[in-house]
């Protein structure tokens, strides 16, 4: 275990090196930071990050989450919606067209899941969020945009939501979360993970974005987040990856150079 973590921060660290630029106004690279994490023993394998129990905003990452709670007062039956993009305020400008489920996670739809929050109690949210062990302040407003993953109100320590997404794994027989992990296996395939995809020549892994407020000073305009299971079907490791100033895509392009680098997946 020791040596395959060495070789771990040695490929990432060479990686990230020559990947990383230094924003304005940083005298070095800030370079990402990540867990990863055995599925089977839940033991962190490897780690570059400050402190795994501060509570952090996870942006999108949000999602699945806010998806089982709608699910729970629906009889996880999830609807079908049309994304109009900018109009309905997603990300996207053009829209994401009828989607249902499946592909407004794969895609991170914000209009989507703007439709299931408004639908959803905060308190059953919260709620589900501990039964996952991801534990937020019982003072946290939360609202639908909250919900989507705007905004500060919900925090996790990167520690409990690595959990929660490992728990989410384990459920994949219970109601309602067959077609989230699905969602997120089209992430890396045609979605914001589907650099996973292409840097595993389309090997099959779960993977969802996020773009939250930055945590660092100087501040960027965002950081990104990214969580990667793979493989889909048999999880040997999940990775956690956050990137001062990218995108949820761009940190899973890094979270795919971790992956292809240090554990020989191509």
């Known amino acids: 275990m020791r040596t395959f973590a060495l070789a771990v921060a040695l490929v990432t660290a060479a990686v990230f090196v020559r990947q990383i630029d230094a924003h304005p106004g940083d005298r070095a690279p800030r370079l990402p930071s990540y867990v990863l994490v055995d599925v089977s023993s ?88 501990l039964s996952f062990g991801m534990r937020v302040d019982p003072a946290a407003t939360v609202t639908p945009a909250a919900m989507v993953g705007f905004g500060d109100a919900l925090k996790f320590a990167p520690s409990a939501l690595v959990r929660g997404y ?50 660092h000073s100087p501040r960027a305009t965002a950081d990104g987040y990214a969580v990667v299971i793979y493989p889909a079907d048999r999880p040997r490791v999940v990775v956690l990856m956050q990137a001062h100033g990218r995108t949820g895509a761009e940190t899973a392009a890094l979270a795919a150079e971790l992956l292809t680098g240090a554990l020989g997946v191509r």
């Open 42 to 129: 839940q033991r962190v394998i490897d780690a570059r990050w400050d402190d795994l129990e501060r509570p952090l905003s996870f942006g999108s990452l949000i999602k699945p989450f806010t998806a089982l709670a709608y699910g729970e007062t629906h009889r996880f039956t999830y609807p079908t919606f049309t994304c109009h993009g900018s109009a309905d305020g997603c990300w996207l400008p053009a829209g994401h067209g009828r989607v249902g489920i499946a592909g407004a996670v794969a895609g991170s739809c914000n209009a989507y899941f703007r439709q299931l929050a408004q639908r959803t109690a905060p308190e059953v949210l919260m709620a589900r969020l």
């Open 166 to 215: 490992l728990e989410l794994v384990s459920r994949a027989g219970q109601p309602g979360v067959a077609p989230i992990l699905e969602g997120m296996r089209e992430s890396a395939r045609a979605g914001t993970g589907r650099a996973v995809g292409a840097a595993t020549n389309g090997a099959d892994a779960l993977v969802k974005t996020g773009t939250a407020s930055c945590s």
